[in-house]
């Protein structure tokens, strides 16, 4: 099995990779450290994000840290098919969002998840509304 490396560095890196959740300076979500650059590796038809950082004074070395998968996660996602979710990496900064949007129109148009399960999800609404 081969394994391509593709290397982008912070000037190139695709908006939807920095995003809001890494913050104005290119924050690791991982790990909190400022990023130096990204990799994609390819394994056989699958891509894979890493967010690298440069240690200073260690000459060549660099610290990977896993972002997850450009396309989402294959088995994850299979297990979670009945609530409509495509699970993914930490280098979708918009994912959260569109979980709780599918899993809102889940609870609001399936009858049986009544009592409980919709009490919980407007408690949920009710904090994020303060």
């Not at 993914?88 to 994912?95: E, V």
Request: charged fraction near 30%.
């Amino acid at each position: 099995m081969r394994v391509f490396v593709r290397v982008t560095f912070l000037s190139g890196v695709p908006i939807s990779l920095l995003g809001r959740s890494m913050g104005e300076k290119g924050m690791c979500p991982r790990c909190g450290r400022p990023i130096s650059w990204f990799e994609t590796r390819r394994v056989g038809s699958r891509e894979y994000v890493y967010a690298a950082h440069y240690q200073k004074g260690k000459r060549g070395r660099r610290d990977l840290c896993y972002l997850g998968p450009t396309d989402g996660y294959v088995l994850v996602t299979a297990t979670h098919r009945r609530e409509g979710l495509i699970l993914k990496g930490l280098n979708d900064p918009d994912r959260v969002l569109e979980y709780f949007g599918i899993l809102l129109k889940r609870v609001l148009s399936d009858e049986r998840l009544k009592g409980e399960v919709r009490r919980r999800f407007g408690m949920l609404l009710k904090d994020l509304s303060q």
